[in-house]
């Protein structure tokens, strides 16, 4: 138990605070639900009330589920429950969609027994002259209640708690905020544009959640990776407020293994423990080292190695050159100028099959530009090569064009009918509806039917003209338009069966040996990971009753919101100066999508733009590391199923 708790301690080393690490944040979220539920019940039992912190938004929802399934199916009773919740957009009306008034009762309030007289949400519809006197009221409110006995915090990319951003103080209290840029971009889909964000919100200040007797901080996914590990190993600092977490005694983390993956103990554990070394982690920690001493990989020494925790290895599985051969072939080969696989090659040091010469591919876009954007480089590549080139559009993407785009199309149906004598009364009739619609359309409302058809069609011809440009027959072009892209717009709990059985029925049709998906998983608004888990789930029922999928691979690729790791990418696909113009002029199709999109996530440039970046970045890493210096490549990872 000694050496055990020993060996924790020096894994942690690096940690400056409590780290509790789930495997999914389902096991993670009942472990919370339960402490809660736990501490109601024993001050139920000493007659007492038990004072609740809350959060707001995606992180603490599975909670909150679980505590509506004790109170149902376990008989917990909220009677004796105060809650306080930490913050809410300003100027915000409380019955508003994108209210944390509206959030706690569709998630939480609604559901159990609680006295609404005990809850307690910043009021977003006070006046500004009202504010300070209503902030140091909702202190004295949670004092009055002897303190909180749980603070649940989520954390924001900027590091933020509540919503005390970059540059708030430790000691600050309850007030009002302006909202940084990135939490804005952060909260936009929620809001139908950044726009329409408010730039204010009322906070729980630092000092307040600090008198918080215990604080959980929960995590989930690689998206908040590296803000967790700024937290819990970056030095304290206003920049990332969070940070400020690590001088409380009475804090723990708890992540999932996608939060947790940055930590030190998982992202670059030969640093803090002896590892086995099997060939996957051989192959990133001899990249990180290269990386790390900004040196080609057959360039890396044993004191290299010695110096940077990796000296098991070394004793292990050296000389240190023969490892790093190893592992500077196995990156080389990954490289390929045919996508496709090479007709009448040895294809044993090659990412894709040789054989059939000629393969019937398919290219899932989640959206109808994420084909060009991604990966237009190899998909130019498939068809000039004269593989039988597919493409599914998984969704409308109608969501991401801007009204003023959909009445300019419109005017143009219009004076086009006119221009050949033709009535245009219905149409205008159609267009001033549309226009009385805009004037008065709330943030994040559904469009109407008609308009969503319209912007619908403004995508699908971007994407047919992308499509022809990469050198693909009509025929070959597929719109799937998902169900479940426009119920979630109007539903809270959307069934994805019909969207399988489509993607089964296509892929039947078509019987793919490559089918290249979007694994880009950062994307902001969920699309990308909803898209790939119909794929997967229609590629594994099929698997059990149809011969041709055992010869299908699954190929990912990313390059919308980021990009692989380098010891991840299994089939580097090199672009030309030339090809990358073409890619290029293949993204400039979707002229919805330039200069500024509807949703840019996180990153203000263009699409195009930063796909180029990124694929450059690419090809400097793999520069970097001793290998051929290329203008671009684009990056895909071989998912099995």
Request: hydrophobic content about 40%; proline content about 4%; charged content about 25%.
């Amino acid at each position: 138990m000694y050496m055990s708790r020993l060996n924790l301690l020096e894994e942690t080393r690096f940690e400056k605070l409590p780290v509790k690490v789930f495997a999914n944040q389902l096991e993670a979220s009942k472990m919370v639900a339960r402490r809660i539920a736990d501490l109601i019940i024993a001050k139920q039992s000493k007659g007492e009330k038990a004072v609740l912190g809350l959060a707001t938004g995606v992180t603490p929802i599975n909670v909150y589920k679980e505590l509506i399934r004790l109170h149902r199916e376990e008989d917990l009773s909220f009677h004796n429950v105060i809650t306080f919740n930490l913050d809410e957009y300003y100027p915000m009306k409380a019955d508003a969609e994108q209210s944390y008034v509206t959030f706690m009762n569709e998630n939480l309030f609604n559901h159990i027994d609680i006295d609404r007289a005990n809850v307690h949400i910043p009021d977003g519809t006070l006046s500004r002259e009202a504010m300070e006197a209503f902030c140091l009221t909702y202190e004295q409110k949670i004092t009055a209640c002897n303190g909180l006995d749980i603070q649940l915090l989520g954390i924001g990319r900027t590091g933020h708690i509540g919503f005390n951003e970059p540059g708030s103080a430790p000691n600050s209290g309850t007030r009002l905020v302006t909202l940084a840029d990135l939490t804005r971009r952060d909260a936009s889909r929620d809001f139908g544009g950044k726009e329409k964000v408010p730039t204010k919100a009322i906070t729980m200040g630092i000092g307040t959640i600090f008198k918080a007797k215990e604080i959980i901080l929960m995590a989930w996914n690689e998206k908040k990776a590296a803000i967790v590990k700024k937290a819990v190993e970056g030095e304290i600092s206003a920049d990332v407020p969070a940070t400020y977490l690590q001088l409380s005694d009475n804090v723990e983390f708890i992540l999932d293994a996608g939060a947790a993956s940055e930590l030190t103990r998982f992202n670059t554990p030969w640093l803090v423990k002896d590892c086995i070394w099997k060939e996957a982690m051989i192959k990133k920690a001899v990249i990180w080292l290269a990386q790390t001493l900004n040196k080609p990989i057959l360039k890396l020494t044993e004191e290299d190695y010695n110096n940077h925790g990796m000296a098991q290895l070394a004793t292990e599985q050296g000389p240190v050159y023969n490892i790093n051969i190893h592992i500077f072939n196995k990156i080389q080969h990954t490289i390929t100028g045919w996508p496709g696989g090479k007709p009448n090659a040895d294809d044993s040091q090659r990412p894709e099959r040789a054989e059939p010469a000629v393969k019937r591919s398919i290219v899932f876009s989640p959206h109808p530009d994420d084909d060009v954007i991604s990966m237009g480089g190899t998909f130019i590549r498939l068809a000039d090569q004269g593989h039988d080139v597919h493409v599914a559009y998984q969704t409308s993407g109608n969501t991401a064009v801007w009204d003023d785009d959909a009445l300019r199309y419109v005017e143009f149906a219009i004076d086009f009918s006119r221009s050949e004598g033709k009535d245009t009364t219905e149409l205008e009739n159609q267009y001033q509806q549309m226009r009385s619609f805009f004037e008065t359309k709330l943030p994040n409302q559904a469009d109407t039917v008609q308009i969503r058809t319209i912007k619908g069609l403004i995508r699908k011809g971007e994407a047919i003209a992308g499509a022809r440009f990469a050198g693909l027959p009509d025929s070959n072009i597929h719109f799937q338009s998902l169900p479940f892209y426009d119920r979630q717009k109007t539903q809270k709990n959307v069934s994805f069966e019909d969207d399988i059985e489509q993607t089964m029925q296509l892929l039947q049709a078509i019987k793919p040996q490559q089918v290249f998906a979007a694994g880009d998983f950062a994307d902001p608004h969920g699309t990308h990971k909803v898209c790939f888990d119909i794929i997967q789930q229609a590629l594994t029922r099929l698997k059990e009753t149809e011969d041709w999928v055992a010869d299908c691979w699954l190929w990912l690729y990313r390059g919308a919101w980021h990009e692989f790791a380098i010891h991840e990418i299994e089939m580097a696909v090199p672009l030309s100066p030339q090809e990358v113009e073409r890619k290029r002029l293949a993204i400039f199709k979707h002229q919805s999508q330039k200069d500024l999109p509807v949703f840019p996530g996180d990153d203000a440039r263009e699409f195009w733009v930063r796909a180029e970046h990124r694929t450059s970045e690419t090809a400097k890493a793999y520069d970097g590391l001793g290998l051929a210096n290329y203008e671009a490549i684009e990056a895909f990872k071989r998912w099995e199923f």
